[in-house]
């Protein structure tokens, strides 16, 4: 099936420090992932779609300037989160659709769990 | 805006029993909709994708059924075990130009030996 990693699986950093966290597809291409944050108990919250070649498309109330997206081929796609603080400690999940189109079944990392001290 | 409701919120069965995981979503113009499995501290396990123009899916003991009309998908469980203890995630996509995946809560299930 298809395989998405994620890397670090955890990272600890001090506040106003940056964390990049990588998204790869193992097994497929992928023109379009996707970045989700995750608190918990709570369910996934799309942060922004990330398109390899052009800008990444974020969401409502999601800083664009803190959570930098770089899609720069078709199984690699990076978020880093810059100058972090303790609330954006967090699970950062991302995914991946085979192909070209954003519509497919999407496949999902295992997750990175950030802790901001 | 897509809302996405799962009932119930957590459920606990003995090993062996057949169970059935409910999701409702409000705008009945989806492309697709996915049952997900998340373990503790893990990313999420795709388990079954129904297609707007499918009735049902299933794969091994799972089952899950679409009626988009009434904006409502089943997750059905057959012969429970205690391997199947995870949030079980809905989640949809909708129609038009927002392929964009709306969860649910999830339903925390678990089975006991």
């Known amino acids: 099936g298809a395989v998405v990693s994620q890397h670090p699986s955890w990272v600890i950093c001090k506040s106003g420090t940056s964390v990049k966290i990588e998204c790869r597809s193992l097994?497929?291409?992928?023109?379009?992932m996707f970045w989700y944050r995750q608190f918990p108990k709570q369910s996934l919250m799309l942060m922004a779609t990330?398109?390899?070649?052009?800008?990444?498309?974020?969401e409502q109330g999601v800083e664009k300037d803190k959570f930098l997206i770089n899609h720069a081929s078709l199984t690699l796609s990076t978020l880093t989160v810059t100058s972090a603080h303790p609330e954006d400690s967090s699970f950062y999940i991302c995914?991946?659709?085979?192909?070209?189109?954003?519509?497919?079944?999407?496949?999902f990392g295992p997750g990175t769990r950030l802790t901001v001290l | 805006k897509q809302e996405v409701t799962q009932i119930p919120a957590a459920l606990s069965v003995p090993e062996g029993e057949n169970l059935v995981l409910n999701c409702s979503f409000t705008?009945?113009?989806?492309?697709?909709l996915q049952w997900f499995r998340q373990d503790p501290g893990k990313g999420l396990t795709s388990l079954l994708l129904?297609?707007?123009?499918?009735r049902e899916q299933t794969s091994g003991r799972l089952n899950a059924s679409l009626d988009k009309s009434s904006g409502r998908s089943t997750l059905y469980i057959a012969a429970s075990q205690p391997g199947d203890s995870a949030t079980y995630l809905c989640?949809?996509?909708?129609?038009?130009?927002?392929?964009?995946?709306?969860f649910g809560k999830g339903t925390l299930l678990t089975v006991n030996p």
């Open positions: 995914s991946a659709t085979p192909g070209t189109s954003g519509w497919g079944e999407q496949f």
């Open positions: 097994d497929f291409q992928a023109t379009t």
């Open positions: 990330s398109n390899e070649g052009s800008k990444a498309t974020y």
């Open positions: 705008d009945s113009a989806i492309y697709n």
């Open positions: 129904i297609q707007s123009s499918q």
């Open positions: 989640a949809v996509r909708g129609g038009g130009s927002n392929y964009k995946l709306t």
